[in-house]
């Protein structure tokens, strides 16, 4: 039997949202091949409770469980945590140094995806269209006459290292572009101005099955937010999923092609997921990739394994396969 630890948890926004994840996954891994054990990270502890509710923290120094019956040594992690550790390549980092096999993108990808800026800069490298943007370090001068000519106005502001649109605002003139780029530099040091471009929200899974990265079902995002933020995707009523999303072929293809070459060229595993704009020409404008993409029951992912006949449970028992054969 294999020894499963599966992260969740974390220190982002996106905390309770990786629990669920991490619930999620347990509840649905073969229990006739995995032993899991849901490892709950909360600030600088990594806490393993049992099912009598009795709480034991991770040995980090040898990463094992100790509990009042015997000592547990994993055979691999299970990676569930989105934002801050566990998709910024914080966590990965410490696999890498302890020789521990875990789930995901290693360190580098994780780190390089989850800066919005770099990561546009290799995408675009790639021929996928991005939307027009600035880069700004906190205390740069911002000549923000200079931003609205390059970017346009409405645009956003966003925080290049987080996660779930935490942070991110829409602004419409100087004053708040002034406002959200102090807002922005509260959550990151480094912040990207981008283009607001007019469209359709898609979203796209891929993922190493069965040899083969393969493209997921494009689904489509209908927020009853003026954007897709923290907001829209964690409160219930604020958003509608439409997959397979109702588009034309070669729009469908346009988006899994590119969703693939990236995916290819970035250096992922695992599965991720890639969002884009669609403009009214029938461009997809790439947005952002998400390593750790949600696993819950009513997530983004499972939805389009299930509209490509993919049995999460095989699904889950593939992805920790992998990150053994690695």
């Known amino acids: 039997m294999i020894k499963v630890a599966i992260f969740a948890g974390g220190t982002s926004g996106e905390h309770d949202i990786s629990v669920k994840t991490g619930l999620n996954i347990e509840a649905t891994l073969d229990k006739n091949q995995f032993i899991p054990y849901l490892i709950y990270v909360e600030g600088i502890d990594w806490i393993y409770r049992d099912p009598n509710g009795n709480q034991y923290k991770i040995d980090k120094d040898r990463f094992c469980l100790t509990t009042q019956t015997e000592v547990v040594f994993f055979d691999v992690v299970f990676n ?14 410490y696999f890498e140094m302890m020789n521990i096999k875990y789930t995901g993108c ?35 001068e911002i000549d923000y006459d200079a931003v609205v000519e ?13 996660g779930s649109s935490v942070g991110v605002n829409k602004a419409h003139d100087i004053e708040e572009l002034k406002q959200f780029i102090e807002l922005a530099f509260e959550v990151d040091h480094q912040i990207m101005i981008e283009q607001f471009l007019p469209g359709r929200e ?3 899974g891929v993922t190493l099955y069965q040899e083969k990265i393969s493209a997921l079902a494009v689904s489509e995002i209908l927020s009853k937010k003026e954007f897709y933020d923290f907001e829209a995707k964690y409160t219930p009523g604020f958003l509608e ?44 404008y ?30 889950y028992g593939s992805l920790i396969m992998e990150a053994l054969h690695s």
């Open 241 to 284: 999923v439409v997959t397979p999303a109702e588009i034309d072929i070669e729009l469908e293809k346009k988006i899994k092609e590119y969703s693939e070459l990236i995916y290819k060229r970035l250096g992922c595993k695992g599965v991720v997921r890639m969002d884009y704009i669609v403009t009214q020409d029938g461009t997809p």
């Open 80 to 93: 569930a945590i989105h934002g801050d550790p566990g998709e910024n390549g914080k966590l990965q980092s």
């Open 150 to 162: 390059q970017c346009g106005m409405p645009c956003f502001v966003k925080p290049c290292n987080s």
């Open 286 to 315: 790439f947005l952002e990739i998400n390593t750790i993409p949600g696993q819950t029951a009513v997530s983004l992912i499972p939805r389009q394994l299930k509209y490509n006949g993919i049995d999460l449970t095989d699904f």
């Open 106 to 140: 290693d360190s580098f990808v994780s780190a390089l995806t989850f800066n919005k800026y770099f990561c546009n800069s290799i995408v675009s490298q790639c021929g996928v269209p991005i939307g027009k943007s600035c880069h700004f370090y906190q205390g740069e």
């Open 202 to 204: 898609m979203t796209c």
